[in-house]
């Protein structure tokens, strides 16, 4: 039995909460009707997303914040449930040239957020930062990266591709970005984004650290890597840059998605 504290405990009630299996984090989800409860160890990133979801509110569709406790050193964050289903879902899955068109408008959504007013940096300074803590910590799971990223004619470790990352870092076209944009952190309803989760690395930064995950999303997701996943021939994540009108920057595609596997 998970710990919720009383003041949680009051809103939501005695109602049975189903549990989410998607998520990647350390993190228990709890989901009731209306509400979810996420509970991890309390960290710089759980205290960024409860802010990040208050700054957020009026300006992109985010769940709201109900409640957040800490205790015992973990966080407890009850929101509203957003509508719809996730970008990974089978029936929006089903259809890969449509979920692409979502997907690139969600990015668009989010680039149109003012960033003058924007508390949250998460630019390359920091991120870079926070990688060295990671490395520097040996948190980093090198059993999850990319297979092409590790190994013989490759990266030897996250120490070495953290040397890399700092001296071959590309300029910078801040945006506001999701900072995790990937398939399961988007909400879709009736073939249009109805929100966005996960935000605890949102903050401003370039416009390649979201098209990149987004990429690497769909290609994994595609390419049946998750559990129910097949892989759809002939589906090209590429359509993503037709669907955005842009010219991809491979490189920064490649330095972004590199960036993330320190995390
Ligand atoms: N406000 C919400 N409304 C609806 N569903 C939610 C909400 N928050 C979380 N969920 C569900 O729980 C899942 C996990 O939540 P979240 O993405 O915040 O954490 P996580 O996936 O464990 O973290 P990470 O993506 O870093 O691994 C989501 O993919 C979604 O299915
Ligand atoms: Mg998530």
Known sequence: MIYIPQKIKSIVGGQKPGTDSVGMSRARVLLYEKMVLKVEEESEETVHEAQALGW??????????????????MSYLLMSRLPGTM?????????????????????????????????FDSGLDRKLEMARYQVEHDLVDVDDAE???????????????????????PEEDPVFSHGDYCLPNIFVEDGRISGFIDLGKAGIADRYQDIALCYRSLEHNYRGKYRGGKD?????????????????????????????ELF
Request: hydrophobic share 35%; aromatic share 8%; with cysteine.
């Open 147 to 169: 297979p092409d990223t590790f190994g013989e004619g490759r990266f030897r470790d996250p120490r070495e591709l953290l040397a890399w990352l700092e001296q071959n870092r």
């Open 232 to 260: 759809v021939g002939g589906f090209c994540p590429d359509r993503l840059f037709a669907h955005l009108g842009i010219e991809p920057d491979r490189e920064k595609i490649r330095y972004y998605i590199l960036l993330d």
């Open 56 to 73: 957020l509110q009026g300006r992109l569709p985010v769940p709201k914040v109900i409640c957040h406790e800490s205790h015992e050193k």
């Open 87 to 119: 970008a990974c879902d089978k029936l929006l899955m089903g259809d890969p040239e449509r979920l692409t068109a979502i997907l690139a408008r969600g990015l668009e959504m989010l680039w149109q957020v003012q960033t003058q007013d924007c508390p």
